[in-house]
């Protein structure tokens, strides 16, 4: 058995392990409560030495670091720079926000967008057509054209969602805000293939819901949230109304409310062909935005918060898509959430008071700060730090901010067990290859389409829960190929705007010895320390683990590439990421063959060595 042979199975393990998972391919459970023997970090100093802190905050609080952060880092000293971070309204991001302003969805209204890029149903009344198969047969050969061309647009909306968000992760200065911004994205999640309007209502959601509050107060950041077109459509609350046994809010002491709204809204609720009460915003609310599973509510709470969020609803995108309240929607009979009463003949206090309620919530706190410190720190968070920022996030009553301090400046953040010991989702792991190279923003889907070929498309997680943030549910012999063959494809210049001698100190290496240029490019890209195996594969020039089993069907062939859908440009891969994950797919039409993945190509010289190092476990550890 020659070297590469016995590297094969070793290499999938240390890609697993590097995910900390074991070397098998199955999905683990959820972590549960921290054991007994949890290190005690109680007094503890910093673990890691001052190299490693400098390139632990580049990993954690960034998508990677650029061409100089390192130095740059250093130079201003760890602390200073994790508060200027903590702060990103003190820091200069006009560049990257002029380049987010050349995307049409960050300058358009919802209205705006839905009148330029109808949805097909829109296109066919348009063109006398009902929208089944008998009347498309139907149209002529004008029309038939017209159709196509108009229902290209609703993918360029999608297309253009995804790119932006791939293009400020790479290009922003402020890149905790960012980082912060793409977990609350997760943590609210929403999904573009919702149907409807969803794709027009994205960008407003992110842009003004999201962004502007990532570092802000957490009630502040829920009500824009529960407030925003595109939650409330994706969780049906737009639709939820008062049923037919409870008192309506326009009757006794509020016929002068119910008449100030009749005016507007009537033509508009007569029009909607309503359900009755939904509880799906409500649950999720509790169960997924702010207690937790097993936060303490019961069955009773979820149907007193979706009756206290009736009349929560949206205008058609037509009209700007905007939030209204609907008083004659609104179930306005007494209520109690979480022991908390509701007094009766009330309107949109009622799902005020309930965001106030949830938001003060002694689970709340210990949810978010659970979830934040698994981000950052670890995937079993330690619970001692998890208590101290949800004390933090109490004391401060959810200042984000102030949380993510507490964690980032923590012992737990700083120990040298949390060092590269998380992995990197696909959106991670494009974007940090992205900044690792300098690469020059992407105003196209392809590296999107990068992102979603790794697992992880972009707006693209049907499922409320959000896309998995540990490493065991992004781990298996697929995805394992499908990070190494990114990094190849990345050094083969198949990304836009990334050059694979892009990093610095590239220029001095390009005509080096063998030995020196490998060592070189496990400085600036994998942070000076890689295992004997990672170094003999970038020495030998070949990743022996794309000749395996798992690369080649059962005719010797390179498995074939992910998915596209071209309807809106996500791209879905064909692999199993746990239960959850898996049903998130559901309903995603697999269509086109993507060339993303084909045949690895032949590399040489300095990109070889970089593009099997961007598909090394180290580079997948952050």
């Known amino acids: 058995m020659n070297r590469l042979t016995r590297l094969v199975p070793v290499m999938g393990i240390a890609m697993v392990a590097a995910c900390g998972g074991a070397a098998s391919t199955k999905i683990a459970p959820a972590p549960g409560p921290v054991s007994m023997s949890e290190p005690d970090f109680s007094g503890a100093l910093r673990e890691q030495t001052a190299d490693q802190q400098v390139r632990h905050v580049l990993s954690r609080l960034t998508f990677g670091a650029r061409p100089g952060d390192v130095e740059k880092v250093r130079a201003m000293g760890v602390d200073r720079w994790i508060d200027l971070q903590l702060h990103p309204d003190r820091i200069d991001n006009s560049a990257a926000e002029r380049y987010a302003a050349t995307f049409e969805t960050n300058r358009a209204s ?78 609210f999640n929403v999904y573009i293939q919702k149907g409807g309007p969803e794709p027009y209502l994205i960008a407003d959601f992110e842009n003004n819901a999201i962004r502007p509050n990532a570092l802000g107060h957490f009630r502040t950041l829920l009500e824009a949230v529960a407030k925003s077109p595109a939650m409330l459509f994706y969780l049906d609350n737009w639709q939820s109304q008062a049923d037919s046994t409870r008192p309506h809010l326009g009757g006794g002491n509020n016929q002068q409310r119910a008449r100030r709204y009749a005016a507007q809204q009537q033509a508009q609720v007569a029009n909607r062909r309503r359900g009755g009460l939904n509880e799906n915003y409500g649950r999720e609310l509790l169960e997924l935005h702010t207690l937790g599973v097993d936060g303490g509510y019961t069955q009773t709470d979820v149907i007193n918060v979706a009756r206290a969020l009736t009349g929560w609803t949206i205008k058609q995108p037509q009209q700007g898509g905007d939030f209204q309240f609907v008083a004659q929607l609104h179930d306005a009979g007494n209520k109690v959430v979480l022991d908390h009463k509701l007094a009766a003949n009330r309107g949109i206090e ?92 992407d105003n196209t889907p392809r590296t999107a389409q990068f992102v979603a070929a790794l697992g992880q498309p972009i707006y693209g997680h049907q499922a409320p829960n959000g896309w998995p ?64 195996d990672t170094r003999a594969i970038l020495t030998s020039g070949e990743n022996p683990f794309l000749n395996s089993a798992a690369a080649l069907d059962s005719n010797g062939m390179m498995k074939p590439p992910p998915v596209d859908d071209p309807d809106l440009g996500l791209m879905v891969p064909p692999m199993a990421r746990g239960a959850r994950a898996q049903q998130a797919q559901k309903g995603v039409k697999p269509a086109l063959r993507a060339a993303t993945f084909t045949q690895a190509p032949l590399l040489k010289g300095l990109s070889q060595i970089v593009g099997l190092a961007l598909g090394s476990p180290e580079f997948q550890r952050r």
């Open 469 to 532: 943030d540990t490493g065991d549910q992004w781990m298996n012999t697929g995805a394992i190929l499908n990070r190494i063959n990114f990094g190849i494809a990345v050094a083969a210049n198949r990304v836009p705007g990334v050059s694979a001698t892009g990093f610095s100190g590239a220029d001095a290496l390009r005509n080096a010895p063998l030995d020196q240029q490998v060592e070189g490019v496990v400085q600036a890209l994998l942070g000076g320390h890689v295992s004997t």
């Open 350 to 441: 009622d799902g005020e008071d309930v965001l106030d309620i949830v938001a003060r919530h002694p689970a709340t706190a210990h949810y978010i700060a659970f979830k934040l410190a698994r981000h950052f720190v670890s995937d079993v968070p330690p619970a001692g730090l998890v208590d101290r920022a949800a004390a933090t996030f109490t004391r401060t009553n959810g200042d984000i901010r102030e949380v993510v301090r507490t964690i980032v400046t923590s012992p737990e953040f700083f120990s040298s067990i949390a060092y590269q010991s998380k992995v990197k989702s696909p959106f991670e792991v494009v974007t940090s290859a992205l900044r690792a190279l300098g690469a020059q923003p």
């Open 110 to 187: 919802a209205a705006e967008l839905a009148q330029k890029y109808p949805r097909p149903q829109q296109i066919l009344a348009r063109l006398g057509a009902r929208g089944d198969r008998g009347d498309r047969a139907k149209l002529s050969a004008e029309d038939s054209v017209k159709l196509r061309e108009m229902a290209g647009g609703l993918r360029r909306v999608g297309a253009d969602l995804q790119a932006s968000r791939v293009a400020r992760a790479s290009l922003s200065e402020r890149q905790l805000d960012e980082v912060m911004t793409d977990f609350w994205l997760n943590h």
